[in-house]
Nanobody, 120 residues
């Protein structure tokens, strides 16, 4: 199985920055895509940013130019650098990882979520 451990959330003032991290461990053979999703109260979970093993990235329009996703393939870790934060970025942020287990099957795992609150 695959475990994801997230860190880096918290309370920040508008215009501030946070860096989220998510480390994957377990019986992993390969990881294809690592991404971050957010879910605000009463809203659907939605994609914030994703990155492939080759480094291709995809961002939600609302975060382009402010957030940067990166990954360390050797550490099976994905990062989300969040700059110029706005109150509307307030949400629980979830890490998602998709790949293949050493036994063969594909997997898709979610982290436990980390709260990001942007408020003065």
């Amino acid at each position: 199985q695959v475990q994801l451990v997230e860190s880096g959330g918290g309370l920040v003032q508008p215009g501030g920055s946070l860096r989220l991290s998510c480390a994957a461990s377990g019986s992993i053979s390969s990881i294809d895509v690592m991404g971050w999703y957010c879910q605000a109260p009463g809203e659907q979970r939605e994609l914030v940013a994703a990155i492939t093993s080759g480094g291709s990235t995809n961002y939600a329009d609302s975060v382009k130019g402010r957030f940067t996703i990166s990954r360390d393939n050797a550490k099976n870790t994905v990062y989300l650098q969040m700059n110029s934060l706005k109150p509307e970025d307030t949400a629980v942020y979830y890490c998602n990882t998709r790949g293949r287990l050493v036994t063969g099957p594909k997997f898709s795992s979610w982290g436990q979520g980390t709260q990001v609150t942007v408020s003065s």
